[in-house]
């Protein structure tokens, strides 16, 4: 009798992602349910939640960053330091904190609210629409970035007079948002997020 033949050891299995979810809104801007954010951007993006941050340093310079290749809309695109989507039941400034750790791997002062109304929609080259009601926050950090790669491919400290002046000279080189939430802020104030006491 000739010995059983030994099994392969079972591969093990990858835990399944968990699955972020964006909340939806309808179109007074009110939360209308929720939608996972893997099939929220395409060519007729519903209406819902989002979240832009401008990131200072103690020299009151601004983080721009340039998204990653992999990005499904705006990919290598320049913008403001980052954005994102709080997850349904989430405050905003927790959102902003938890996105910043984990894009950028910084740990940012206090957030700031500067622009709550903001909203837009925008339509990428390659036809995925953005369509956000996206409030606008500013917060300091200490030290450099380290970007996940998926994320962000590059990442400069630029003075905020220059940022609103290549906004304003070359909006095709930066993202729609950026473009839009800079000249409000700029009208607002010539330097929103440069830390009080500068």
């Known amino acids: 009798m000739s010995a059983p033949t030994p099994r392969p050891a079972a591969e093990p299995t990858k835990p399944a992602e968990p699955v972020e979810y964006v909340v939806l809104l309808d179109a007074d801007g009110r939360p209308a349910g929720r939608a996972a954010k893997s099939e929220v951007h395409h060519r007729d993006t519903p209406l819902h939640l989002a979240f832009?941050?401008?990131i200072f340093d103690r020299a009151g310079r601004l983080l721009v960053t340039r998204r990653a290749l992999?990005?499904?809309?705006?990919?290598?695109?320049?913008?403001?330091?980052?954005?994102?989507?709080?997850?349904?039941?989430?405050?905003?400034?927790d959102a902003v904190r938890r996105r910043v750790a984990q894009e950028l791997?910084?740990?940012?002062g206090e957030v700031r609210e500067l622009l709550p109304d903001f909203a837009y929609r925008a339509v990428d080259a390659s036809g995925v629409v953005e369509n956000?009601?996206?409030?606008?926050?500013a917060a300091s950090a200490e030290g450099d970035p380290r970007p996940d790669p998926g994320e962000v491919m590059?990442?400069?400290?630029?003075?905020?007079?220059?940022?609103?002046?290549?906004?304003?000279?070359a909006p095709w080189a930066l993202s729609p948002w950026a473009v839009l939430q800079t000249e409000r802020l700029r009208v607002m104030s010539p330097d929103p997020g440069v830390p009080t006491g500068r």
């Open 52 to 54: 832009s941050c401008y």
């Open 105 to 108: 791997g910084l740990v940012i």
């Open 132 to 137: 956000e009601v996206c409030p606008v926050f």
């Open 70 to 93: 992999g990005k499904a809309a705006w990919p290598g695109v320049w913008t403001n330091s980052c954005c994102g989507h709080p997850a349904p039941g989430e405050a905003q400034p």
């Open 154 to 169: 590059d990442w400069r400290w630029v003075r905020w007079p220059d940022f609103v002046a290549l906004a304003a000279s």
